[in-house]
């Protein structure tokens, strides 16, 4: 497993550490997963996908004051007692919050800046950190091709640090000789999802999404109509700006391609393929009004997810 000190290659592009996902802790607060968003927030808008927020918990039923929204008569109990009474409601302080993050060997690949798992890798660190700072019980499903550890959402330090521990070690577990199949499939992490956050939970996924089909877009309205589910899609520009004289060798572990885009129908074939990824959640997100923030593995991390947000930099 790769190591900063112990191996002077260590290239933070290709894998990440323990201290680089700790270090976003100080730009975290910058983000926001509450509903009332920056104005230049991806999640802000008429025609943006809105966030639910935290959900709300019984405190009390007392009698009825001036002033007191009238939404809020319990008219049962004002019924049976002659007088008006409300029921009184509080914010959730610690929403349970799951973010599911890819390293499979899929995401083992870039041709500019990051791999992909490192910008995944990042980018679920950066919001890990700002939901536990507002106060939410951070937990994970971190998953390679035949590896899975989950955690349960948990209101501590602690947890955050074992959630960034654990997805530093899959990150670098990842290599150019490990086989790309495997049994885990991004379907098993939804349902996994679905069995953990039953309700009023914040779900984010960070992948790119590979290998879906008709039982992910169900898996994926399941959850969006009881949670606040957003997805993270991280691609690369080899598929949609693929130049005429690129080479690229691709291997799965086992077999390995030579691939030259000099050749026409091979560049417009695996621009094809790898352009029309992000079309099914696109589609998704308007038929489920789920919130789709694409990253690129081509640039930082941290001023995409900034500008997602609408942060200003340097805050």
Do not use: C
């Amino acid at each position: 497993m790769p190591d900063k000190i112990s191996n002077p290659t260590f290239d933070p592009r290709v894998h990440v550490d323990m201290a680089q996902l700790r270090r976003m802790e100080r730009h975290a607060r910058a983000l926001s997963f509450l509903p009332k968003q920056p104005a230049r927030s991806a999640l802000n808008g008429r025609h943006a996908s809105k966030l639910r927020g935290r959900g709300l918990n019984f405190e009390e039923l007392r009698h009825y004051q001036q002033g007191d929204d009238i939404r809020t008569i319990d008219w049962k109990v004002t019924a049976r007692t002659g007088e008006p009474h409300v029921r009184v409601y509080t914010e959730e302080r610690d929403r349970p919050a799951l973010l599911l993050v890819d390293q499979r060997m899929s995401m083992f690949y870039g041709t500019v800046r990051n791999m992909k798992s490192v910008t995944a890798a990042e980018a679920a660190a950066l919001a890990a950190w700002r939901l536990r700072i507002q106060g939410d019980r951070v937990g994970g499903l971190v998953f390679g091709n035949d590896h899975i550890a989950e955690l349960k959402p948990k209101a501590s330090t602690v947890a955050l640090n074992q959630f960034l521990g654990i997805l530093a070690q899959a990150n670098q577990r990842l290599h150019a000789g490990q086989d790309a199949t495997g049994p885990v499939t991004l379907n098993a992490q939804l349902e996994a999802a679905v069995r953990i956050s039953k309700t009023g939970a914040m779900i984010l996924v960070f992948s790119d999404f590979d290998g879906i089909d008709a039982r992910t877009e169900k898996l994926m309205h399941r959850l969006a109509l009881h949670n606040d589910l957003i997805l993270f899609p991280i691609s690369d520009p080899s598929g949609a700006e693929m130049p005429d004289g690129f080479r690229i060798v691709a291997s799965d572990g086992t077999l390995q391609m030579a691939l030259d885009t000099r050749d026409k129908a091979t560049r417009l074939g695996l621009q094809e393929y790898l352009g029309k990824r992000l079309d099914p959640l696109l589609d998704w997100s308007r038929k489920y009004a789920i919130p789709v923030l694409p990253l690129s593995a081509a640039e930082e991390t941290l001023p995409q997810m900034l500008a997602l947000f609408g942060a200003r930099p340097g805050r």
